[in-house]
């Protein structure tokens, strides 16, 4: 599943509806400290902004910046009618509380879709921002022809911002969705049943062939950097490839995808 191709088919769709708009969206991207991991997802980010006509405003703010001033900045960006979207990079200096800081951001400019608000319309199937990677998820099996409705869907890992909600649009697809996480039993007997395997559940090279169902089409949501550099996922790919039916790399794959659905949420968000 080629994710660089779809993600970029996903951006010239997106960069010909912005050249028609008036006036571009823009995209109000916050990072707080110097976590070198969020400035490379910042970066891309940025970079898919360039791309598509979007426009991006970076704010930079020191690790040791206090709850109440990064609070003031969203306030401001919330009332900003030159700020589409906003995205606070994850993850905050410990002193900050994340839900604090989502919860604070307007559910009408919440292009990660993390609003309590947000996360409430997609559970009741009324998305307006649908969560990056869960959609990017959706979007990248869709693309690779691989049909959902009426398919097993088994989904390892159960965060609140990748395997719940990627769990509840399987559902929404009209999979059969299962959600395995770390107590769960005889996990390879159930990984083993899926169709459709989502894995994100943080552990490099953790799901083998012998987990998977020949055919089955394997979606990796995980990113590792091993030692020399190298990047690898949650699936082991070279032995997975060779039982899949279809799979996403790491990288080249869901990563992009994200980033690509972030682009769309911002479009959404500017329309609104
Ligand atoms: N950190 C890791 N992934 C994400 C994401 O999708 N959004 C934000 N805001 N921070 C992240």
Redesign the pocket.
């Known amino acids: 599943m080629d994710g660089k191709a779809i993600a970029s088919e996903i951006k010239a769709e997106i960069s010909r509806e912005v050249s028609a708009m008036t006036a571009p969206p823009s995209l109000a991207v916050v990072i707080v400290g110097d976590d070198p991991a ?1 400035k490379i ?1 910042v970066g891309n980010k940025r970079k898919a902004c360039a791309e598509t006509g979007i426009k991006s405003l970076l704010y930079e703010l020191p690790e040791d910046t206090p709850q109440k001033d990064l609070l003031g900045l969203i306030e401001a960006l919330n009332a900003s009618p030159e700020v589409s979207g906003i ?5 905050l200096p410990g002193h900050i509380s994340e839900p604090d800081v989502l919860t604070a951001i307007s559910p009408d400019k919440d292009v ?1 879709g993390f609003h309590p608000a947000n996360a409430g319309r997609l559970m009741i199937g009324q998305a307006k921002f649908p969560p ?2 869960p959609a990017g998820i959706v979007e990248l099996i869709k693309r690779s022809g691989v049909t959902i409705s009426g398919k097993r869907a088994v989904v390892v890992g159960r965060s609140v ?1 990748v395997g719940k909600p990627a769990a509840l649009m399987l559902l929404a697809e009209n999979a059969t969705v299962t959600v395995c996480h770390s107590r769960t039993r005889d996990l390879a007997d159930v990984t083993r049943e899926a169709d459709i395997l989502v894995v994100a559940l943080g552990k490099p090279r953790f799901i083998t062939a012998d987990m998977v169902k020949p055919g089955a089409a394997v979606i990796d949501v995980g990113i590792h950097r091993l030692g020399g550099g190298k990047l690898c996922g949650d699936v082991d790919f070279e032995a997975v490839r060779e039982v899949a039916g279809d799979i996403s790399p790491v990288p080249g794959g869901v990563g992009l995808m ?1 980033v690509a659905m972030l682009m769309k949420n911002t479009l959404a968000a500017a329309r609104l």
């Open positions: 969020s997802y995205l606070v990079q994850l993850p990660d990056c990677t911002n994200t």
